[in-house]
């Protein structure tokens, strides 16, 4: 099953002023096509290029570097852009989530702090993430491409910290860019779709 690069949900101005239109087509356009292109040599030099983008993620940790980096980045990547819409973000979680964030992460505010801080924290480049792991929601963080898969979790939520992801719009304010990000941006819709198949 080779990568595809998928298209934006939105289009590039869709999430400006917190995302502008030139970042999405950097990181989009260049920087996600690359994952997709050096992923897709790389799956078929080591034999996997008929499997999931999950399965070759999982399969290459630990194992073949250069794949699961481009391989991670791309699954990270499929779920980023739709992890944002215009419009977005802000303490509009539906029912089951909203409980959920209240009884595993300590209520809105909390899980927010928690997150942005997760972010902060990452040194150099990685991802902040709340995942479903053993059935409750937990906040982590990662370096580089790596994410929760291959710890035995589910991610239903991700935020690049990649300086690419912020640096045009941000500069070095990356705690700015992430309170955006919660703020504005997240598209609650995904993270719940996302948390309901990982309990299901």
């Not at 992923?39 to 194992?63: C, I, M, P, R, W």
């Not at 990662?142 to 990649?162: C, K, M, Q, R, Y």
């Not at 300086?163 to 955006?180: F, M, T, V, W």
Request: charged content about 25%; cysteine-free.
């Amino acid at each position: 099953m080779a990568f595809e690069l998928p298209a934006l949900p939105y289009d590039y101005e869709a999430l400006q002023p917190y995302m502008s239109k030139e970042t999405l087509e950097y990181h989009h356009d260049k920087h996600h096509k690359a994952y997709v292109d050096n992923g897709n040599k790389l799956a078929a030099e080591a034999g996997l290029g008929d499997l999931s983008v999950e399965e070759v993620v999982k399969q290459s940790f630990g194992k073949n570097a250069g794949l699961f980096n481009n391989a991670a980045q791309h699954y990270n990547h499929i779920h980023f852009w739709k992890w944002m819409k215009k419009g977005g973000g802000g303490n509009k979680l539906s029912g089951a989530l909203q409980k959920a964030v209240d009884s595993d992460l300590g209520g809105y505010d909390k899980f927010k702090a928690d997150f942005i801080a997760a972010g902060t924290t990452q040194f150099g480049s990685g991802w902040a993430w709340v995942s479903v792991k053993d059935g409750k929601l937990a906040i982590s963080k990662t370096p580089n491409g790596e994410n929760p898969l291959v710890h035995g979790a589910s991610p239903i939520l991700g935020v690049d910290v990649w300086e690419h992801s912020y640096y045009i719009d941000y500069r070095n304010a990356r705690p700015k860019y992430l309170e955006a990000f919660v703020d504005s941006l997240i598209n609650w819709d995904h993270v719940l779709e996302l948390y309901e198949k990982a309990k299901a």
